[in-house]
């Protein structure tokens, strides 16, 4: 940093630094400052402090001519000090900038990062400088060479998701070089792109990648934020995941990740927290970036007899995305990662909370209309969590037109049905359609469901059919933590065993949530490392668990499982009956969309709904390609009928074909029963089929 720095006074918009090749312009929203200092640090961590001489609104800015790139800053601001009133200004507080595009370094935990004291709020607060301890802002050049970079634009129903982690992903894998291993790198090597085309995935849905923290009760146990849902910056990656130190350098391998996946046809989808927490916390927390800005317009709050925080998030505090400034620092960072990192969606951690508005859920509100208007954001895929929790958060099937939902229940009941609880026929009928029950009465197509069994929160796949108890002790909380309730069956031993008999029924059992999965309607979401076999050892909460129990294991892959799951999503791709985008039912027949039927096991017809209610009932459903005329009519190409054999009960189960079927000859597509997948490929049935006990069969009928 030169000594001769002409400062100016700039300009307001945009917020943030940005570079212009011969100086740096930095703008910072709050409302309730009366000065606020920019501080530049050396390599040695020297400080260098200048008042932004100009405020434009509630804008603070100034322009300094000889600042560039890899200067790393925070601010101080001056004003309040009145808890009481919600105001939280320390000067002696260094604090990131919101819209810093890049991090240096993360918290060391020290007490003066906690000025506040909740039980007494009337205490002097803890003056101590935090300079030394907290991460700083950078300033980057945003110039990247793209190459002619193009989004896959994969349309929706054609979707197959990847959830998965950028460090779990690589950092163990042997073909990748070890400095790369565990960062956007490691993602993007060769090795990385070969397994996911392997593997037919059409996008790759990341971990929270936005600067995190680690909270201060997990390095006190040794323990890490693995997972990432604690942000304080939304705009910057991630920088632990990169191989440079600086934060500039975590911008460029982001976007060289990208640029790669997207070379390989591969869409990239970011898990973003921003609208509901921070990693601040309530007021037991750290004061790091928005606290210390403007803690009243950031964060939802109520000053009726003491500060508190509406915690809708289970994180202590909520975003106030009422709030017009904080709103627009959302749609902000969305159009930045899409505009200058390339991404090619967003799936909304408790996304609820951005509906909520004066007490109540509008989703129609600002933040939506904003999406639909913004030719970027509209453009993208849009994916919610649809819950949060608190009053009433539940909303599965609420967000408006445009956008996907996680859908809970599909996860659900597709592990009630294979686990044989009572009722769980009807409701399997319902997921298998796309949740018509769901999504068809709101008016929005089958994609609107994205179906997932298993996702980062919870049992992985082989975990899903060996635990019935969570076994999270090592996450420190006496195995408190953690659903309780897993729609799990461990086939009759908790944990492994040698057992030859049990392991076969486990195998057949994953087999057949694949299957489900990838054959129902709607968009499926594979989680990382099921394909592999990966095992948490019963951890159903692995967020603090950045170690072997969460990372994927290379050495002891399950490679029958792993050809299963390829076969699988390669049958999906090369038929559309599988991934329609018109609802299947028998009331298409004016768009000659053909319809589904569902029969038992002796082949007689069971209308939606009405399947008795017993545990483990056997089902055959029935998707039809369509005739001719009806393809021509709906500019369809469904060459094959599909008959699905479902077989839950743990006895062999002959099926007889429905009566309009009895003559048809038809050829085995996929036996879950198979220890080899593809063994009875091809093989000629009619009339009837036996099924072995806990599995599915696919049989198709060309035309």
């Known amino acids: 940093?030169?000594?001769?720095?002409?400062?100016?006074?700039?300009?307001?918009?945009?917020?943030?630094?940005?570079?212009?090749?011969?100086?740096?312009?930095?703008?910072?929203?709050?409302?309730?400052?009366?000065?606020?200092?920019?501080?530049?640090?050396?390599?040695?961590?020297?400080?260098?402090?200048?008042?932004?001489?100009?405020?434009?609104?509630?804008?603070?800015?100034?322009?300094?001519?000889?600042?560039?790139?890899?200067?790393?800053?925070?601010?101080?601001?001056?004003?309040?000090?009145?808890?009481?009133?919600?105001?939280?200004?320390?000067?002696?507080?260094?604090?990131?900038?919101?819209?810093?595009?890049?991090?240096?370094?993360?918290?060391?935990?020290?007490?003066?990062?906690?000025?506040?004291?909740?039980?007494?709020?009337?205490?002097?607060?803890?003056?101590?400088?935090?300079?030394?301890?907290?991460?700083?802002?950078?300033?980057?050049?945003?110039?990247?060479?793209?190459?002619?970079?193009?989004?896959?634009?994969?349309?929706?129903?054609?979707?197959?998701?990847?959830?998965?982690?950028?460090?779990?992903?690589?950092?163990?894998?042997?073909?990748?070089?070890?400095?790369?291993?565990?960062?956007?790198?490691?993602?993007?090597?060769?090795?990385?792109?070969?397994?996911?085309?392997?593997?037919?995935?059409?996008?790759?849905?990341?971990?929270?990648?936005?600067?995190?923290?680690?909270?201060?009760?997990?390095?006190?146990?040794?323990?890490?934020?693995?997972?990432?849902?604690?942000?304080?910056?939304?705009f910057a990656p991630h920088n632990e995941y990169a191989t440079a130190a600086s934060g500039v350098g975590a911008v460029n391998e982001f976007k060289r990740m990208v640029k790669a996946l997207h070379s390989a046809g591969l869409e990239v989808i970011i898990d973003v927290v921003f609208i509901n927490h921070t990693g601040e916390g309530g007021l037991n927390g750290p004061v790091l970036v928005f606290r210390g800005l403007d803690n009243s317009a950031y964060y939802r709050i109520s000053t009726d007899g003491g500060l508190r925080y509406a915690d809708y998030t289970g994180t202590q505090n909520t975003i106030n995305t009422e709030h017009p400034q904080v709103r627009q620092m959302i749609i902000d960072s969305l159009r930045y990662w899409v505009h200058e990192m390339h991404i090619d969606g967003f799936r909304f951690d408790l996304a609820p909370v951005l509906a909520r508005e004066g007490g109540r859920f509008n989703f129609e509100g600002a933040f939506f209309e904003a999406v639909r208007r913004d030719p970027l954001l509209s453009a993208v895929k849009l994916i919610a969590e649809p819950w949060d929790i608190g009053d009433n958060g539940y909303q599965l099937g609420r967000f408006p037109t445009g956008w996907s939902e996680w859908n809970d229940k599909y996860r659900d009941d597709v592990r009630d049905f294979w686990n044989g609880r009572n009722g769980a026929a009807n409701r399997l009928m319902l997921r298998f359609a796309g949740s018509p029950d769901i999504f068809r009465v709101a008016g929005r197509p089958p994609q609107a469901s994205i179906n997932f069994v298993t996702c980062h929160d919870g049992y992985t796949l082989r975990d899903l059919v060996t635990y019935e108890r969570k076994h999270n002790e090592a996450n420190g909380e006496a195995n408190h933590d953690g659903l309780d309730d897993n729609h799990a069956w461990n086939c009759g031993v908790e944990g492994p065993t040698d057992d030859a008999a049990i392991n076969s029924v486990r195998a057949r059992q994953q087999r057949n949530f694949i299957a489900t999965l990838l054959l129902s309607q709607g968009v499926p979401m594979l989680l990382g490392g099921d394909e592999l076999g990966r095992t948490q050892r019963g951890n159903n909460n692995a967020y603090c668990q950045d170690n072997p129990l969460s990372w994927f294991d290379w050495k002891n892959v399950d490679r029958r499982m792993l050809e299963f799951v390829s076969a699988l999503v390669s049958l999906r791709k090369r038929h559309p009956v599988f991934r329609r985008t018109e609802w299947l039912t028998a009331g298409n027949e004016s768009r000659q969309v053909p319809g589904v039927a569902w029969y038992d096991e002796s082949g007689q017809e069971i209308p939606e709904g009405s399947a008795p209610d017993s545990p483990r009932m056997p089902l055959q459903v029935l998707l039809p390609g369509g005739t001719h005329s009806e393809r021509r009519a709906a500019r369809a190409a469904y060459e094959s009928d599909f008959l699905i054999l479902l077989n839950p009960s743990p006895g062999e189960t002959v099926f007889e074909f429905p009566p309009p079927l009895e003559g048809a000859r038809w050829s085995v597509v996929i036996d879950t029963a198979d220890a080899q997948p593809g063994e009875k490929s091809g093989a000629i049935i009619q009339g009837s089929v036996a099924l072995a006990p806990h599995s599915l069969a696919v049989l198709s009928r060309g035309e």
Not at 80 to 90: K, Y
């Open 1 to 234: 940093m030169s000594h001769d720095v002409r400062v100016s006074e700039g300009r307001a918009q945009p917020l943030g630094s940005t570079y212009d090749g011969r100086g740096t312009n930095f703008s910072v929203f709050s409302s309730v400052a009366d000065k606020i200092e920019i501080c530049f640090f050396d390599e040695k961590g020297a400080e260098r402090k200048f008042a932004l001489p100009a405020r434009t609104g509630v804008v603070w800015h100034g322009y300094f001519d000889s600042i560039g790139p890899g200067q790393r800053y925070g601010f101080r601001v001056h004003g309040p000090w009145d808890p009481a009133a919600g105001h939280l200004c320390l000067p002696e507080k260094l604090l990131l900038d919101p819209y810093a595009k890049a991090v240096d370094g993360g918290v060391r935990w020290h007490d003066s990062l906690f000025p506040c004291n909740p039980n007494n709020l009337t205490v002097p607060p803890n003056r101590e400088d935090t300079a030394p301890y907290v991460p700083k802002s950078v300033v980057i050049d945003s110039r990247f060479d793209w190459g002619g970079d193009r989004p896959p634009k994969t349309r929706i129903e054609d979707t197959i998701l990847y959830e998965v982690h950028v460090k779990g992903f690589t950092i163990e894998r042997p073909e990748i070089p070890p400095e790369l291993r565990g960062t956007y790198l490691g993602l993007a090597h060769p090795a990385s792109m070969a397994h996911l085309v392997k593997l037919g995935v059409t996008a790759v849905e990341l971990l929270p990648i936005q600067q995190f923290i680690h909270r201060r009760f997990l390095v006190e146990q040794g323990l890490r934020n693995y997972w990432g849902y604690d942000p304080v910056c939304h």
